[in-house]
């Protein structure tokens, strides 16, 4: 298996523009996660989803992101408009529920987000 | 806000050495994770220990857990320069999500 995929691996973009950030997860795997990655916040968990059912949206910071997972294989993750404190390391991760505790999560290589 | 939180944040030792680090948090939880990032990349998982397990081994890893404590400590044996890259604990709360919250990391520098 090819693991967690995610495009672009940068992305710069000029304030105000939408941004769009693509994941496509483990076949098979029924969990798939958006993670932010900062040098002061950490890594923060925006959203996850469940069988391609938002589950829980409450780390996304503002009305301006948005998370769609329109079928098993792929997820998005859009930024519009986006604003310089967006700049950061997005994270996708997927995992197999059942098999969380033996795996844990497979995460992408993620996408360096800057807004200039 | 993290509930794990690793101590030191850096650590810098020649090869050969052994390396420790530890992760502490604040509510009871139901098992905690232990994840590897090397420069530009994502996070590879190493290990995971249930709470009501004490030690786990995995080749020259082994990590421990204090639950009265509330902590966890990471054991790399004869580390390798290789083993240079950010270490995270990830802990899920009791009584929540099961999602794991990860904590800011501690930062490996293995001279060789």
């Known amino acids: 298996d090819a693991g967690v995929i995610q495009s672009p691996r940068h992305e710069v973009t000029e304030m105000g523009q939408e941004v769009t950030l693509r994941c496509k997860p483990i076949s098979g795997h029924d969990y798939l996660f958006w993670y932010r990655q900062t040098m002061m916040r950490g890594l923060e968990l925006l959203i996850y989803?469940?069988?391609?059912?938002?589950?829980?949206d409450s780390g996304m910071p503002e009305d301006r992101f948005s998370a769609k997972m329109p079928n098993a294989s792929f997820s998005t993750l859009k930024i519009q408009p986006s604003e310089p404190r967006d700049s950061a390391v997005y994270f996708c991760a997927s995992s197999l529920g059942t098999q969380l505790y033996n795996y844990g999560y497979t995460f992408g290589s993620g996408t360096r987000l800057t807004v200039v | 806000s993290q509930q794990g939180e690793e101590d030191p944040q850096a650590l810098s030792i020649q090869e050969g050495e052994n390396a420790t680090m530890n992760c502490s948090y604040k509510t009871s939880i139901n098992n905690l994770q232990w994840y590897r990032q090397n420069s530009g990349r994502g996070l590879v998982h190493l290990i995971l220990?249930?709470?009501?397990?004490r030690e786990k081994h995995s080749g020259r890893l082994r990590v421990t857990l204090d639950t009265s404590k509330k902590s966890s400590s990471l054991l790399i044996t004869a580390s390798r320069a290789a083993d240079t890259a950010s270490y995270f604990c990830?802990?899920?709360?009791?009584?929540?999500?099961?999602?794991?919250?990860f904590g800011r990391g501690t930062s490996l520098i293995v001279h060789p």
């Open positions: 989803f469940n069988n391609n059912v938002p589950i829980d």
């Open positions: 220990i249930r709470s009501n397990e």
């Open positions: 990830a802990t899920d709360a009791t009584g929540g999500s099961y999602i794991p919250t």
